[in-house]
Structures are given as C-alpha cells and as structure tokens.
C-alpha cells in the first residue's frame, strides 16, 4: 500500500518542496553568515505554510485513503526524487526520439 501511496503524490509537489526546503536551507545560511533575518522569516514562512497545507490537506481528504505513517513516508519520496532532478539538469535529452509505431 505504500507504494501504491507514493504513486499518487504529484511529481511537481516533490519539486515545490525540494525548492522550499533549499530557500529555507539557503536563507538559514544567509542568517547564520551575515546576521540578515528578513530572508529566513520569509522562508521559515513558506516552509510553514506548505506543512500546513500539506496537513490540512490529508486531515480534510487523505486520512481514508493514506495513514499517518505513510504521510511520512513522502518525505522519503522527496528525497527520492533528488538523483532524478539531478539527472534532468546534468544529462538532459534534448534530441527528439520518435516512437516506434505499429507499421514500422
């Protein structure tokens, strides 16, 4: 069932949260370096605000369908998806490759 579960998690939400996760990361260092903590409000902020929504989201409409524990198993499909991201921006395909159709 966990994996069935993770199928339906939507690649771009993976995205949206690997991003947020690098502001925040990205602000927090900013923080620590030069004492600017306008940026980290702004990213803890986002961060938060995706979390709830996240768990608003799964009390209103997933609690049939996912349990709690495979609501944190997403957290490991995220962190999946890093190779897969990587790969896209280091060793994109930019030929076009036809399909092979039933005539051929």
């Known amino acids: 069932m966990v994996g069935l579960a993770l ?8 995205l949206l949260t690997l991003l947020v ?11 620590l370096m030069t004492g600017a903590i306008a940026p980290l409000v702004a990213g803890t902020a986002v961060l938060i605000s995706m979390v709830v929504s996240i768990l ?3 009390f ?9 524990s495979e609501l944190a198993m997403a957290c490991v499909y995220v962190l999946m998806k890093i ?6 921006l280091i060793n994109r395909q930019v030929e076009w490759v036809r399909s092979k159709r039933d005539s051929e």
Request: charged fraction near 10%; aromatic fraction near 14%.
């Open 56 to 58: 608003l989201a799964w």
């Open 7 to 14: 199928d339906l998690c939507v690649p771009p939400l993976a």
């Open 21 to 31: 996760l690098a502001l925040f990361s990205g602000a927090l260092l900013l923080a």
């Open 83 to 88: 190779p897969l991201y990587l790969r896209y």
């Open 60 to 68: 209103r409409y997933g609690r049939q369908t996912l349990g709690i």
